[in-house]
Structure formats: C-alpha cells, structure tokens
C-alpha cells in the first residue's frame, strides 16, 4: 500500500463521513492561485427589504445575473448595514438571519436564509488584509443587506457566506485599498458583492409613491453621472464623490450605502467587462441600479 493509499484509509477509518464536510472547509490558499476562472464582482442595489419576499424585476434581475455566474465556492458580501469602528469578517460556522428593521409584514421576519458560515475564509480574507486589521468576529451574521439579495439568487442557501464589515473610521480611499487586497480571492471561486444603493436618500423618499418606478432631477442626475464614471473607468471621481456638487451630496447625505460600491469597483481590472443592471429610480430618492464587473 503506498502512502497515499495508507493516509485515505486511516481517515476513512478515524472520521468517516466527517471526511467530506473538513474538505470543504480546508484552507482555500492550500490550492494553487488561478485554479478558477476568475469570478465576476457584483455591486447590487437591495433597496426595501420587502424586496425579499415581492416578486418584482429587482428581484428578476438579481436571479437572471446569477444564472450567468459560475456557481461560487463562496460568497462575501460587503453591507451597507454592517458598519463598525475597525473592519471585522464573521467568522461562525453558521451565521444568524438578522432582521434589522422594523414596521414589515410578519412575513418577511419569519424568513429564515441558513447558509453556512466559512471560518476558514474569513481568516484568508484577514490574512490577506495588510492595510488594516480585520477582526474575526463571531456574533454578526447575515443582515438584510445581505440575505434579502443573495436568497434570490442562490435560493438553496448551501453556499456559505460571510460580511466583511464598513469601518466607519476609513477614508472612502481606505475602503478602496483594502479591497484590492482581496483580488486573489477573484481566482479562488470566490464571489465578492457590495450591496447598497448609488442614491439613497431616506429623508427625501416620496411616500405616496413608494412603489413607482421615479426619480427626483437630483436623483437622476447623480445615478447618471456615477454611471458615466463606472463605465469610463473613473474610479478616481468615484472615491472623492464628495466633490461631484449638489446632485452627489443629496444622493449620498451618508456614505453607508454608496461605499460598498467603491469594494466592487476596486476589484476590477483592465479586461474586465462592466453590465449596469435593475437600472430604476424608486420612490424619487432611491435607485436600485446595480453592476456586474466581469
């Protein structure tokens, strides 16, 4: 019996069927770099959580850009919804379904989206980080920004997925940088979404037509003009978007929603092809406009 015989059989004999499920979670840099096709990076607009459970185009366009993506070893997503004083990843073997808002239907709450954590990425994308600590942290989970989206498109919930967290002390030119450190994570089989929203002006929403499909001149004009930049390439005017004027600063009067697209677009690379998709203006002051990078 040659060793590598020898080795499968003690494991066999010592875990069992345990053996498949420790594979799994194996260190995802034990592999060689670029053993993937490079994976796609998304920034998805999530807009209402109610979106979760309507169906609607949103949600249309969410499952039709996941039906051109390989399937993922793993998702990581970056949530306007999760921001801390340092950066954190979670990092427990199964993460909460966090329903952190208030005032929607019973319905929406008993949602439940039981993907599976994955330790072991959470530490890569810690090890990878080399402009900032990242914290593994073990109490998040999974929040609306997050799961409302991602259960449209992997409805299984058996791809594990992680938060990294928006460290609210970062420069949006830190936000940047730190994402690039997760580039190799693209040729891992890795899938990195930013969810959020380009506009998102809550003060601003017209309540009376929450559920049409319109936008105030502002709205429109700064969606238009973060669109010109995505698809030129302008990064640059993207990081300093409190210098675009007017339009900019009503469309993003926090930056909690608009810096998960900064992760997205700084994963992207030359060859990279860029789609806009779900491209509406919603209730005047919000738009669900959304970019798949590759």
Request: charged share 20%; aromatic share 8%.
């Amino acid at each position: 019996m040659d060793r590598s015989t020898f080795l499968k059989s003690v494991l066999s004999a010592t875990f069992g069927l345990a053996i498949g499920s420790k594979l799994t979670a194996m260190k995802l840099f034990d592999q060689p770099l670029g053993n993937t096709p490079k994976m796609p990076v998304l920034f998805l607009g999530h807009g209402s959580p109610m979106n979760a459970i309507e169906e609607n185009e949103f949600v249309r366009g969410f499952r039709n850009v996941s039906s051109q993506i390989e399937t993922p070893k793993a998702i990581i997503v970056v949530s306007a919804h999760w921001e801390t004083k340092g950066s954190q990843v979670t990092a427990m073997e199964q993460p909460k379904t966090i329903h952190d808002f208030g005032g929607f239907p019973k319905a929406l709450y008993d949602i439940q989206y039981p993907a599976p954590g994955h330790p072991q990425l959470a530490n890569d994308v810690k090890g990878l980080a080399k402009s900032t600590e990242v914290v593994l942290d073990e109490k998040w989970g999974l929040d609306h920004g997050a799961w409302t989206v991602i259960r449209h498109m992997y409805p299984k919930a058996n791809i594990p997925v992680i938060q990294l967290s928006l460290d609210y002390l970062k420069t949006p030119q830190q936000h940047y940088e730190l994402a690039k450190e997760l580039s190799q994570l693209r040729h891992k089989g890795i899938l990195i979404v930013g969810s959020g929203n380009l506009v998102h002006n809550l003060g601003m929403v017209h309540w009376q037509k929450l559920n049409e499909n319109f936008g105030f001149d502002w709205a429109i004009e700064a969606n238009n003009k973060m669109k010109e930049f995505i698809g030129n390439g302008n990064h640059k005017a993207l990081i300093d978007f409190r210098k675009q004027g007017k339009a900019f600063d009503m469309a993003i009067p926090t930056p909690d929603h608009y810096l998960p697209l900064l992760y997205a677009l700084a994963l992207q690379d030359k060859k990279d092809e860029v789609a806009i998709f779900n491209d509406q203006p919603v209730a005047g002051s919000l738009t669900m406009t959304s970019v798949k990078i590759g």
